[in-house]
C-alpha cells in the first residue's frame, strides 16, 4: 500500500498520514525527516543534500527523489510507506513515478485531502504557540484553560508569523501554483482520491480507510 498524501498546508494531511501509518503498521515519511536521517548518519546523499542547505538554497529534484527512493527500498518499506509533503511539484512527480517504475513499483493511491482556504485561513489564525516550551494550542478546536496562558507551564501564547492570515495567504497561493497540478496528474494516472477535509479528524480517517479498503 504506497500512498501519497495532499493537501494544502493546514489541510491536515500530516495529521491524517500519521494515522494511516499507525493503523496499518506502515512507516510514515517525510522530507524533513529523510533529509535529517541522512545529514546525521552522514550519508553521501546527505552530505550532497547538506551542501545545498547549508546555502539556504533547495535541494535539487533529482537529490530529493534519489534520497526518497533509498528511504522506501529501507526493509521498514516492504509492506508500503505513507510520503507526506512529497512530491510538491509535477518535475518531482515524474522523477518520482520514473524511478519507481524502475523497480518495478508503483504508488496505489493519492489522497487529496481537501479544504476550502477560506477554512484553511481561519483554521491556522485560530492557532497559538507558547513562547516558553513551544506547545500548541487552537482557540477553538483546542484551547487553553486560561486565555492567553500555557497549560502545560504558563508561559504566555503568541499567534506565529507563520500562522498570520496574510502569511498563509501567500502560502496557499504558492500551494495552488505549484503542488495543485499534481491533483490533475494524478487523475490522470487514475489514482487520485478526495477526501473531505472540513469534517471531524476522525471522519475524515474512516473516509480514508474506507476508500483504502474498497
Known sequence: MKI????????????????????????????????????????????????YMDQGLLVPD?????????????????DGYVLDGFPRTIPQAEALTEALKKLGQKVDYAID?????????????????????????HMVYAPTKQEGICDTCGGELILRDDDKPETVGKRLNVYHEQTQ??????????????????????????????????
Open 113 to 137: 485531502v481537501n479544504v476550502p482556504d477560506e477554512n484553511i485561513i481561519n483554521r491556522m489564525s485560530g492557532r497559538r504557540a507558547c513562547v516558553g516550551c513551544g506547545a500548541t494550542y
Open 62 to 78: 533529482e537529490l530529493v527523489v534519489d534520497l526518497v527512493v533509498d528511504r522506501v527500498n529501507q526493509a521498514d518499506c516492504t
Open 4 to 51: 501519497i498524501m495532499l493537501g494544502a498546508p493546514g489541510a491536515g494531511k500530516g495529521t491524517q498520514a500519521k494515522k494511516i501509518a499507525g493503523e496499518y503498521n506502515i512507516p510514515h515519511i517525510s522530507t524533513g525527516d529523510i533529509f535529517r536521517a541522512n545529514i546525521k548518519n552522514g550519508t553521501e546523499l546527505g552530505m550532497k543534500a547538506k551542501t
Open 181 to 214: 497540478p499534481l491533483i490533475d496528474y494524478y487523475t490522470r494516472e487514475g489514482i487520485l482520491h478526495t477526501v473531505d477535509g472540513t469534517i471531524d479528524i476522525d471522519d475524515v480517517f474512516g473516509a480514508i480507510v474506507k476508500l483504502l479498503e474498497a
